[in-house]
Each structure stands twice: as C-alpha cells, then as structure tokens.
C-alpha cells in the first residue's frame, strides 16, 4: 500500500473529471521542508512560526536568527511558494519566555484572550521584527505572509500599516525583499467566515483553520479531553461556515485553502471538493492519501450528495448524505 501511495507522488493532482487540486505541506521548522518536498507538496501553506520561538526558552529570536529560518525553509522549497504564518502564541500555545511577562497564565479564557495576531499588535517591535524577517526571505523565493485569528477590521488594517512599515524600514535599510509580497487571512473565527466581506476587500488570500473554526463555532476547547467528544468537524454549524467562506472567496475571485487538520484527513477529502475547494495543506504525512482520494473523485458526482450534506441538520441525515458523498 505505501509502494502504491508512492507511485502517486509524480503523478498530476486532478480529479477524475479534470479540475486540477493543489496540495501544500504544514510545516512547523525549517527542514520540514524537506519532507514537504518528498511528499510532492507544490509549497507550504502553513509555517507556523510559533515553533522556532518555543525553542527558544530565554529569549525570542533575533531578526537575523528568523531569517535565516525563513531563507532556510525557502530554499529547501526551491523556487515553490512558502506561506509564512506570523507568530500564533497564547491558549495551546504557550511562550514560555512571555509566560512570566505578560502573563498568558493569568487568563481565564486564554484561547479567547490575548493570542496570535492580538498578541503580534499589542507587541508591534516584535511584530516588526518577525515581519522584517519574513519579508527579508522574500528576496530568496517565493514567500506569502499569513496572519492568523483576526476578527476586526481594524486588526486587518493595523496588520496592514505595520507590514507597510517594516517594508520602510527595510528600505531604509537598503535590504531586499519582493514588494510584492501576499498578504493573506487565517479564517479561523466564526465572525470573520460571517464577515467575509470585510477581508475580501483587504487581503490577497485567505486559508481556514479549521481546527480553531470548530473550537471557537462550537465553544470547544480544542485541547480539553474532558470535552473532546464534543469537537465535531462535521456539525452543521461548522460545514456552513467553511462552504460559505469558499463560495464567496470563489464569487470575489479570492484565493482560499484549508490549512486545518480536515485537510488532512481522507474520509473529509470528497466533501471538501464537493464544496468547491481546490487548495489543500496538510502534514506531509497525509499528502499523498488524500491525494489517493482526489484521483479517485468526480466532482460532478459530487454536487448532488454535497448539498445533500449542507441541507442536513439532523446526525443521522447528515451521516447518511456523508455515505453517499463516500459512495458518489
Ligand atoms: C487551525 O486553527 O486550523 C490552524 C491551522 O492553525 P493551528 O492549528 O496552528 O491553530
Ligand atoms: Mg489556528
């Protein structure tokens, strides 16, 4: 069975009907990369960044210790895109080197607390800092930036204005980078796949997080055991949110993944194409299985038991339009 999963790895992504599917890699350091490239991703679509500022216990990294950690992963993607998620710490993950400071401990909520983006903008020297050194690697491949958790205009336009400025610092400087650098959203909160307007007009490209879009649609802590039952991919509520964030990404000609764990997981593959996605980003480890799935699916097979899945609400309704998506 893996001599068979390895044959695909040259063979095109397109589904039986044609419509070509582009698979990408989550990576979580540098040499990840390496086994993005041997899984046969077409680039990163998630870096989470957060992981090379965990290791480092005493303090964060400087900018010329990122950058080469970016230029590293970038060059180990050989010209492929490498999408940059800026620092996404608080809730499951935690900066030890800030715990004491500024105290993610002290939340009550911390995954409703101060995480990710929120914490980039409430700390905008090290925000500048981490994106100086995106944007740096930028002059050595193909790089988009990420930004996760935003909600609120304001946060994108803030997010906005300090990439501007790191780009004038950058100048000042006289360091290269691509001016034309993406600036894409993580839709990873309820209110901003129901607010999609507001982030169609202000980024270049958005990817769901699926595992915090259930989190948060659900009122799940995605790391509490005691309500792990509870977290569920497939409520209603959460394919709703995903299948309007990708029709209307699609209307406004918006580009859109799924970077979350759905996207890793074969038995969701046929209802994620149903759905009409086309870019998926996974663990390279499932890469070439859901991709076994996508040589096998006929999209217009697909369309009937998909809406079928949408109109249901009732489990029983929405498991049996799930066998027929599995049997389309
Ligand atoms: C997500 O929330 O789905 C996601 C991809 O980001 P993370 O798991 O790092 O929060
Ligand atoms: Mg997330």
Redesign the pocket.
């Known amino acids: 069975e893996q001599k068979k999963l390895q044959r695909l790895k040259f063979s095109p992504t397109q589904t039986l009907c044609g419509n070509k599917i582009s698979l990408c890699a ?1 990576i979580e350091l540098p040499d990840d990369a390496r086994a993005a490239i041997e899984a046969g991703a077409v680039g990163v679509g ?1 870096f ?1 960044t957060e992981f090379l500022f965990m290791n480092h216990k005493d303090r964060l990294p400087e900018e010329e210790d990122q950058f080469e950690a970016y230029r590293r992963a970038v060059e180990l993607m050989g010209g492929l895109p490498v999408t940059i998620r800026t620092i ?1 710490v608080g809730a499951d993950k935690p900066l030890e080197t800030l715990a004491g400071g500024d105290g993610f401990e002290s939340a009550q909520n911390p995954a409703l607390g101060l995480r990710a983006i929120r914490w980039s903008l409430s700390e905008p020297q090290m925000f500048l800092t981490q994106l100086r050194a995106i944007l740096r690697a930028s002059a050595f491949g193909k790089v988009k930036i990420l930004v ?1 958790m935003l909600a609120h205009a304001q946060e994108i336009d803030q997010t906005l204005d300090l990439i501007r400025e790191a780009k004038r610092q950058l100048d000042d400087a006289g360091l290269a980078y691509d001016p034309g650098v993406q600036v894409g959203a ?1 839709i ?1 909160i309820p209110a901003a796949a129901i607010a999609l307007p507001l982030f169609l007009k202000r980024v270049d490209f958005l990817s769901i ?5 259930i989190q948060y649609t659900l009122a799940i802590d995605r790391a509490d055991n005691s309500v792990a039952h509870l977290y569920d991919p497939l409520h209603p509520a959460v394919l709703h949110l995903i299948a309007f964030t990708l029709r209307e990404a699609k209307r406004a000609g918006m580009p859109v993944s799924v ?3 759905m996207a890793g997981d074969p038995q969701l593959t046929r209802l994620l194409l149903g759905m009409g996605l086309t870019e998926f980003s996974m663990h390279p480890s499932q890469l070439l299985v859901v991709k076994q799935e996508i040589l096998r699916a006929d999209l217009r097979k697909l369309e009937k038991p998909v809406a079928d899945v949408l109109a249901a609400f009732e489990p029983e309704e929405v498991q049996a339009a799930l066998k027929c998506v599995a049997e389309a």
């Not at 997080?209 to 879009?213: P, R, Y």
């Open positions: 989550n998630l989470r996404d996760p993580m990873e997080g699926t595992n915090d879009l970077c979350g764990e």
